[in-house]
């Protein structure tokens, strides 16, 4: 089954946007869901062992989502999103970047523009998702960072294979 | 961290690109680069200095002329490094697709 489902990444350098597009085996109305409920994001958002913790999330335009990403051993990125556009079932939008627990904006760290959209496909449904982000410089920033998320959860993985 | 900024600037630009295909299967002088575009040769100049600073191609004096060739292992970490990108996201996806199955079985039950 999971083969079947389509899944597209590509990074446009020239306008400092990554596409991400992937089918999902689900109606449109539960995968709109699972992108917009905090409850069910926290259960996917984070790249494992790291946890996705939503504390606050008021999902309208001009509403924000306060969230972290936090390590085993206590390390917490915390982000935020402030919704600029909402279509049910069809499209959101949301300006992402990071900031404290509290929600104070780190102004040094890079934001990005965030563009989910939904398609039904008969009883799938295919999301496409752009980020783009202001400069080449910033993108660049954000694949670091994920990188360094992404390499902690791979090295994670290695360790249970190799204890086992 | 500067230096891997470079890397995406330098791969960024038309030209740069066109010129990494063409030292791709061979070493070549400036001048032959060059003979590929109807650029002005100092503009082409230019570009070959970007790439060489960012160490995606290595230049080797022959006498009076400079040679060019690409480093491979250094085009091969750009492409590694966004492997890792793609790979977050598929993970990420895999635990979706859990959850969505969860999801319909909640509601089948109702």
Redesign the interface.
């Known amino acids: 089954m ?1 083969s079947s ?1 389509l ?1 597209d ?1 590509t ?1 446009d ?2 306008n400092s946007t ?1 596409h ?1 597009k ?1 089918e ?3 109606p449109v109305e ?2 709109w ?2 992108w917009t409920k905090p409850e ?1 994001l926290d ?6 062992p790291w946890v996705s913790k939503t504390k606050l999330m008021e999902f309208k335009v001009g509403g924000r989502r306060l969230y972290a990403m936090c390590s085993p051993d206590g390390e917490e990125h915390w982000a935020f999103a402030v919704y600029t556009a909402i279509e049910p079932r069809t499209n959101f939008q949301h300006r992402d970047g990071f900031c404290d627990s509290n929600g104070t904006i780190t102004p040094e760290l890079p934001q990005s523009d965030w563009d989910v959209d939904f398609s039904p496909k008969k009883g799938t449904t295919l999301v496409s998702i752009s980020i783009k982000h202001e400069t ?2 910033d ?3 954000i ?2 960072m ?2 360094k ?3 902690t ?2 090295m994670e993985g290695l360790d249970t294979v190799l204890s086992t | 961290m500067k230096l891997r900024r470079d890397i995406f600037q330098a791969i960024a630009d038309p030209t740069r690109r066109a010129i990494l295909a063409i030292l791709a299967t061979q070493t070549l002088t400036a001048g032959a680069i060059a003979a590929n575009f109807k650029t002005a040769r100092p503009t082409i100049s230019k570009h070959l200095q970007i790439l060489n600073e960012c160490e995606l191609i290595e230049a080797t004096q022959h006498g009076r002329e400079i040679s060019y060739q690409i480093k491979i292992d250094k085009i091969k970490e750009i492409d590694r490094w966004l492997e890792q990108f793609r790979t977050i996201w598929e993970a990420r996806f895999d635990e979706l697709d859990k959850v969505l199955i969860n999801l319909k079985t909640k509601e089948n039950e109702i």
């Open positions: 999971k489902l899944m990444f990074v350098t020239e990554v991400v992937r999902f085996n689900a539960t995968v869901s699972a069910i259960k996917w958002w984070a790249p494992k080449l410089e993108l660049e920033k694949i670091a994920g990188f998320e992404g390499f959860s791979a």
